[in-house]
């Protein structure tokens, strides 16, 4: 009995919790609140100890693309009066809701009541667990005759599924005329058949991600995953941000009309906090009207950026974002400049080197208008390392540096500003009386990201890759970026 209540518990708090909000009954097209659902399953409530209420409470849920009118309404199902093309399609994905033995159906066009801004919020932030929690994604390929036509057919280009891709366990896709591409009842039961390997060439994500993802699986990669989100289009440009929540498993309000850029802003800041150096990992332009230059313009930013590996044990790497820009103390290795090269209008070829490490040469590739290219050796550059650890012994500090390391390239102008000096001025003594005087400030500027490289790998000489060494704490510095 006790352990019957424990899974009555954890019944309740999935169905009222990590389920839509409003299904459809497939019996009779009705639709049925969470309270009705819980009603419904209760009595499948084992006693055993492996109970797993998402494996009881069996839903079908549609990807598709919107057609550009005709759409059922949540306000058309519930008086009962909706019609049309749109309509049809729905009843098509019932049908095949159906064949898996599925009592309930939820779809985005029809369920979700988005005259309330509470339940279009809930709804938007809660997508991917939706999809995730489903029994079956029923897949509907609008533009698509046959496996080859999914290449071309724009479901794969769209950005709300892309987490209706890579969240459900089991999928089914069917062609336009509702006929199943594949003989699978799951499509992402083989790794290695036709339709998985299309679809790993239609969006650039790797069969494995495409078979089994969690937005918790480590490494994260948030880079490469960024990338996934580059060429798709979204109607509301606010949708970029919003319908990534998920893949990364973070929480936005919503808020339509703020704008695609500070949406997308949002995004980076909340990813920031969960510590993973790789969301640094970004090559294109970085967002206008911001207050730091380290946050990217928008998933295409993440286009090209090199393939630089963190491991499991990185320990977070503390950012926060400020008025001054983004805060993050890195490990700060001096660079010089060595030599460079025009590649073409937009980029250089820049050699810089380590004095405290000769043998080291750093190959980057910034975006020519970066920096001043022409006084290139006017700038002093360094090695900032993301994936250091910090060991604390009694009241002793020191850093552990992987043979291996990732790190960004730093620089700023070497000539000192003399706006500080410019407005200084020695106090008479006998003007005050008591005051304690300090001698004015040495003045540098500040470290600045240099754009268009990304995280780049540095190897230390006769290091393995993930053995350490260990230096002193002095060369840490919280920059802001």
Not at 17 to 37: A, Q
Not at 258 to 268: H, K, N, P, T, V
Not at 361 to 386: M, R, T
Not at 451 to 474: C, K, M, R, T
């Amino acid at each position: 009995m006790r352990q019957r209540k424990q899974n009555l518990d954890r019944f309740d708090g999935y169905v009222m919790n990590d389920i839509p909000i409003r299904l459809i009954r497939l019996s009779d097209m009705k639709f049925v609140g969470r309270g009705d659902v819980r009603k419904h399953f209760r009595s499948s409530v084992e006693h055993s100890y492996s109970y797993y209420p998402h494996e009881h409470v069996k839903y079908a849920i549609l990807s598709h693309r919107w057609l550009d009118g005709g759409e059922p309404t949540y306000e058309e199902m519930k008086a009962g009066t909706a019609s049309g093309p749109g309509y049809e399609k729905l009843k098509k994905f019932c049908e095949k809701a159906r064949e898996y033995d599925t009592e309930f159906a939820w779809s985005d066009t029809c369920c979700i009541d988005k005259s309330s801004s509470t339940e279009l919020d809930e709804s938007i932030r809660s997508m991917f667990r939706w999809y995730e929690n489903s029994t079956i994604c029923i897949v509907h390929l609008a533009q698509s005759k046959t496996i080859e036509g999914i290449l071309h057919d724009e479901w794969t280009r769209r950005v709300w599924t892309l987490q209706e891709l890579l969240a459900p366990r089991n999928i089914k896709i069917f062609n336009k005329y509702w006929i199943p591409l594949t003989g699978h009842r799951n499509d992402k039961e083989d790794q290695e058949s036709k339709v998985m390997e299309t679809l790993e060439t239609a969006t650039g994500i790797p069969r494995c991600d495409l078979y089994s993802f969690s937005p918790h699986f480590l490494p994260q990669r948030l880079d490469e995953r960024m990338a996934w989100a580059a060429r798709r289009k979204a109607t509301r440009v606010e949708d970029v941000a919003y319908s990534l929540m998920g893949i990364f498993d973070v929480s936005l309000q919503i808020a339509y009309g703020e704008g695609g850029d500070r949406a997308f802003r949002r995004l980076i800041d909340a990813i920031m906090q969960d510590g993973d150096p790789s969301i640094l990992n970004w090559v294109g332009n970085h967002a206008p009207f911001s207050v730091s230059r380290a946050v990217p313009y928008s998933p295409e930013s993440f286009v090209g950026s090199r393939n630089v590996m963190l491991d499991i044990f990185t320990q977070p790497l503390e950012m926060n974002m400020t008025s001054l820009g983004l805060r993050v103390s890195l490990v700060i290795l001096p660079l010089s400049y060595h030599s460079h090269e025009e590649q073409g209008p937009l980029r250089l070829h820049v050699v810089l080197g380590c004095p405290l490490c000769p043998t080291i040469k750093v190959d980057i590739n910034p975006l020519a208008h970066a920096l001043e290219w022409q006084h290139l050796s006017q700038f002093e550059y360094a090695l900032g390392i993301v994936n250091y650890s910090l060991f604390s012994e009694r009241s002793r500090k020191v850093l552990g540096i992987r043979g291996k390391s990732v790190g960004l390239i730093l620089y700023r102008n070497s000539c000192s500003s003399s706006s500080l000096s410019s407005l200084i001025c020695n106090p008479r003594g006998t003007d005050f009386v008591g005051f304690k005087f300090a001698s004015p400030p040495e003045e540098t500027s500040r470290w600045e990201l240099l754009h268009g490289v990304g995280l780049i790998e540095v190897e230390f000489p006769n290091i393995p890759s993930e053995s350490l060494f260990f230096i002193d704490p002095e060369y840490l510095e919280t920059v802001h970026l």
